[in-house]
Structure formats: structure tokens, C-alpha cells
């Protein structure tokens, strides 16, 4: 499954707070541009002081679509987290969006990622051919599907995402049903059976919830969020003062 790494989430439009995140320790951060009012021209620069600080990064897409991953890969991300994958064929669509020919179908820009045309050769030689795809596995059809869905060439990973895959049992947000412990031990059996990333969300920000995901196979941690980490910690030091 390869090596652990330990990432976070960005959500604030804001490059002072991604540049914080970024020398705070992570392997990786990920710009979320699907729940977030992050828009095209902050995404870049987010990427571009987390990448400055020596960290890989991401971007969590609003949609398996190829104009959003092509603008967030033009724009200099070094892997793309696509959500809502459910079979092969999604798998497959993300799988071109992502790369250039022939192994995808992505289109030729010139834009941060290729040097403004001025690094085009090398981008497309080197890091166009190492981009990462990590598929959200956020559905019981997605459960059902997962040996194909992570057959496909070209997928990185998988990142399960419970929250939705509740919602598609029936219960958002439970998840000590039995329908849901059993769709989670299965995800946790066939993806940690693969030589691949094996993701999720830890947004509670504490290390003894890490120690428990990666005990279970987990090997790519997203450790809480730039607004939970601000949010908690000024509620904290204020019940301290207030007492």
C-alpha cells in the first residue's frame, strides 16, 4: 500500500493560512474547490505556496469533469481528488481527464503547470506523467464496484467518504449500522489489499484517531482542516480564559 503520509485539508481562500498549513509539517494538502467558494484564481495561488514550502499539493474537484480537472492541473496540482466515483467507466472518464495522451485525453494548456509554454516539454516528459487521481469512494454502488473501480490504470488511490456513503443507506451521517460497518470492513478489505493509496478523513483533530485509521491499513491520512484547527482552538483558550 505503500507509505503512510499525513495531509490536511484547505478550505479558506486565503494564502497567509495556506502557507501556515504548509510549514506546519504535512506531506500534503489539499484544496477542497468542491464544498468551498474557492475559485479558480485563489486555487492556483493556494497551490502555489503550499508547492513553494516543499508540500504536495492536491485538489479536491467539484465533479468528475474535465474542464475542472483540466484548470486545476493547468494550474500546477500535483494530483487531483475526483468525488463521487461509483464504477469502471467514472473511473475510467477521471482517468483521461487527468492525463495527456496516450494514456488520457486531457488538452494542452500553457499555463502555470507548463511554464507558461515555456516548460511545456518537461512538464509533459516528467510531472504530467506522475500525476496522482484518488477516487472518492462515497457510495454503496461504489462499495460494490470497488475491485473494477481500482483495476482501472491510472488511479492512484481511493478515499472513502462516509459521510455520503451513509447517506446512500439511507441514514446520513450514522454510521454504526450494521449496512454501514459491513460496506466500510469491505472497502477497508479490497482497498488494503492493493498496492495503492488507501484514504480517509480524520476531521476530529486528535492522534490517537490517526493511530486507530492506520492500524485498520489506512495510508493516506487527511488530518482535520484549516477551519476546524482555527475554530477549535480559539473555543479551547476561550473556556480557559472564561473559567
Known sequence: ?????????????????????????????????????????????????????GVVAYVRVGANDELIIKRALDAGADGIIVPMINSKEEAQKAVNACFYPPIGKRGVGLARAQGYSFGFENYKNN???????????????????????????????????????????????????PEMQKALTKYEQIAGSKNKKMGVHVVNPNGDLVTEKISLGYNFIAFSLDTFFLGQKIRDELQKIKK
Open 127 to 177: 510531472k504530467a506523467k506522475n500525476i496522482e487521481l484518488i477516487v472518492q469512494i462515497e457510495h454503496i454502488d461504489a462499495i460494490n464496484n470497488l475491485e473494477e473501480i481500482l483495476s482501472v490504470s491510472g488511479v492512484s488511490g481511493s478515499f472513502i467518504g462516509p459521510y455520503d456513503l451513509s447517506g446512500s443507506l439511507g441514514n446520513p451521517g450514522v454510521f454504526d449500522t
Open 1 to 53: 500500500m505503500g507509505n503512510k503520509t499525513i495531509g490536511s485539508w484547505i478550505t479558506l481562500g486565503n494564502y497567509s493560512i495556506a502557507e501556515v498549513m504548509a510549514q506546519a509539517g504535512f506531506d500534503w494538502l489539499c484544496v477542497d474547490i468542491e464544498h468551498t467558494a474557492i475559485p479558480v484564481s485563489e486555487m492556483q495561488l493556494l497551490i502555489a505556496a503550499i508547492q513553494a514550502n
